[in-house]
C-alpha cells in the first residue's frame, strides 16, 4: 500500500516562500512520475507541476513557472515543491501525486496524497 503524506503547508504572507514536501512509503517511488496539484477554494483541482522519475525533466502550470521549483530526492522516496514570490491565488490545498506514465503531461494519476493547506495573505 502507497502512501503520500504531504507537509509544509502554512499561513504565508504575500510574496514570502514555502517548501511543500511529500514522503512516500509503502514501495520505492524512483521510476515513478511525481506531479503536484492544487484545489482552491470554490474550483476545480488544478495541475501544478510534475517530475519525471529520475529527475531530469520537469513541467509546470503557466501560473507558477518562475516562481515554484519542483525536485525529488530518489533516496529519501520524497518530492520537493519549493514556492517563492507566493500570491493570494495561489492560496489552496496543494495533494502530491504519481504515476507511471510514459508522457510526464499525463493527469491520470495512481497515488494521491491527502493534501496539506496553502494559505498567502494579502
Known amino acids: 500500500q502507497v502512501q503520500l503524506i504531504e507537509s509544509g503547508g502554512g499561513l504565508v504572507q504575500t510574496g514570502g516562500s514555502l517548501r511543500l514536501s511529500c514522503a512516500a512509503s509503502?514501495?520505492?517511488?524512483?521510476?515513478?512520475?511525481m506531479d503536484w496539484f492544487r484545489r482552491a477554494p470554490g474550483k476545480e483541482r488544478e495541475f501544478v507541476a510534475a517530475?519525471?522519475?529520475?529527475?531530469?525533466?520537469?513541467i509546470y502550470a503557466d501560473s507558477v513557472k518562475e516562481r515554484f521549483t519542483i525536485s525529488r530526492d530518489n533516496a529519501k522516496n520524497t518530492v520537493y515543491l519549493q514556492m517563492n514570490s507566493l500570491k493570494p491565488e495561489d492560496t489552496a490545498v496543494y495533494y502530491c501525486?504519481?504515476?507511471?506514465?510514459?508522457?510526464?503531461?499525463?493527469?491520470?494519476?495512481?497515488?494521491w496524497g491527502k493534501g496539506t493547506l496553502v494559505t498567502v495573505s494579502s
Open positions: 517530475i519525471s522519475g529520475s529527475g531530469i525533466s520537469t
Open positions: 501525486a504519481a504515476n507511471r506514465a510514459v508522457n510526464l503531461r499525463s493527469v491520470l494519476m495512481d497515488y
Open positions: 509503502g514501495r520505492s517511488l524512483d521510476n515513478y512520475n
